[in-house]
Each structure stands twice: as C-alpha cells, then as structure tokens.
T-cell receptor, first 112, second 117 residues
Framework: TQLLEQSPQFLSIQEGENLTVYCNSSSVFSSLQWYRQEPGEGPVLLVTVVTGGEVKKLKRLTFQFGDARKDSSLHITAAQTGDTGLYLCAGAPPTGANNLFFGTGTRLTVIP | NAGVMQNPRHLVRRRGQEARLRCSPMKGHSHVYWYRQLPEEGLKFMVYLQKENIIDESGMPKERFSAEFPKEGPSILRIQQVVRGDSAAYFC???????????????FGPGTRLTVL
C-alpha cells in the first residue's frame, strides 16, 4: 500500500488569506491528482501533475509536483468561501496499475 | 454528456441483509472502479473492472463483497450479510479504455451512502 499523508488535516482561514496544503509520501508516483469534494458529493478532479517539479496553475490555485514525484502541494491565493471543501490528493502507482491511492484529505473552511 | 451515475444515493440496510449498489459509467468509458470512504477519511480502492472482467480486486474484502460489470447494464457492487462496519460512502469512478486513459484520470459519481442499522 502506498500511503499519502496530507497536512494539515483541518484548516480554517479568513476570506482573502493564502494557504498551502501538503501531500507527502515515501513512495514514487507516476502522476498525482488533486480533487475537491463537497459534502454529499463525489470528488471532482482539479488537476493532474506528471513531471517531477511540474507547476500548474488553475486561476488562484497553484499545484506543484515534487522533483522526486513523492510529494505535492496546493497553494490557494486570496481564498474565497467557495473554496471550502475537502481537498484530496491521489497518486497513480508507477507499476502501471490503474487504481489510485488517495491521501487522508484536508478539510478547508473559508470564513467570510 | 451525462457523468457517472450511481444509485441509490442513500441506502439503509439492517444487519444481515444484502446491499446492491449500481454504477453507470460515463458514456464511452469502459473502465469502472469502486472506492470506499469512511467519515473524514480519503477513498480506499476496492476493485477495478472492465466489461465482463475483474482486472484488480486487491482492495476488496475476501468475504461478502463482490463486483461485476456485465456486457449490458451497470456495474454492481454487492455486499452480502452487511455489518455495521460496512457503513460508508461507496464511490464509483470511470475512465476511457487503456489506450485513451490519461495518467489514471478517473471521473467520480456522487456516491451511495450505505447505513447499516
């Protein structure tokens, strides 16, 4: 089993603040995905990073894949109440298997 | 283009009953995955199926759980003789065929919340 630890587990911030969420593992992944999940719904794919060191931006969200492809970070600039949700990272094993290993999740609450 | 559909959205069963969860993948997708999510936790992989074949069931409990993806119709996750510990959200995801799947990208349904009384 390839474990992905996310930190912090819970995060509560004021609207307009910046934040970073981390996803760490001792295992290498061929790609890593970030999802956001709303209460009562399924995860929605935000981004996929593939290359070590890769940085992708999605409006106010910046995703980075570690050089060794073992970790990733999600940075949100000027958080909005609509960013509230559970953020999950998920890694694809380098073996070529099709399943994903999910992180433990970070529950973000943005307070107006 | 409809997304991944799951039904029922909520299912209540008493201990010892059977639970049948259904998943219809996105149009054009031939791969289906089932995951289980306990409260405040991430998703745990259970099983990966293609039409009429189980490809990887390494995450599926050995007893009481089974899955199928018939040639026609939705994928079914079946839990026999449910126990309270089976209470969880069960998510189905789908992806295109191997030649088209990109970086294991999977698209998730809204889930079925199973409550065992």
């Amino acid at each position: 089993t390839q474990l992905l630890e996310q930190s912090p587990q819970f995060l509560s911030i004021q609207e307009g603040e910046n934040l970073t969420v981390y996803c760490n593992s001792s295992s290498v992944f061929s790609s890593l995905q970030w999802y956001r999940q709303e209460p009562g719904e399924g995860p929605v794919l935000l981004v996929t990073v593939v290359t070590g060191g890769e940085v992708k931006k999605l409006k106010r969200l910046t995703f980075q894949f570690g050089d060794a492809r073992k970790d990733s970070s999600l940075h949100i600039t000027a958080a909005q109440t609509g960013d509230t949700g559970l953020y999950l990272c998920a890694g694809a094993p380098p073996t070529g298997a099709n399943n994903l290993f999910f992180g433990t999740g970070t529950r973000l609450t943005v307070i107006p | 283009n409809a997304g991944v559909m799951q039904n029922p959205r909520h299912l209540v069963r008493r201990r010892g009953q059977e639970a049948r969860l259904r998943c219809s993948p996105m149009k054009g997708h031939s791969h289906v995955y089932w995951y289980r999510q306990l409260p405040e936790e991430g998703l745990k992989f259970m099983v990966y199926l293609q039409k009429e074949n189980i490809i990887d069931e390494s995450g599926m409990p050995k007893e009481r759980f089974s899955a199928e993806f018939p040639k026609e119709g939705p994928s079914i996750l079946r839990i026999q003789q449910v126990v309270r510990g089976d209470s969880a959200a069960y998510f189905c995801a789908s992806s295109p065929s191997n030649r088209k799947v990109k970086n294991n990208e999977q698209f998730f349904g809204p889930g079925t919340r199973l409550t065992v009384l």
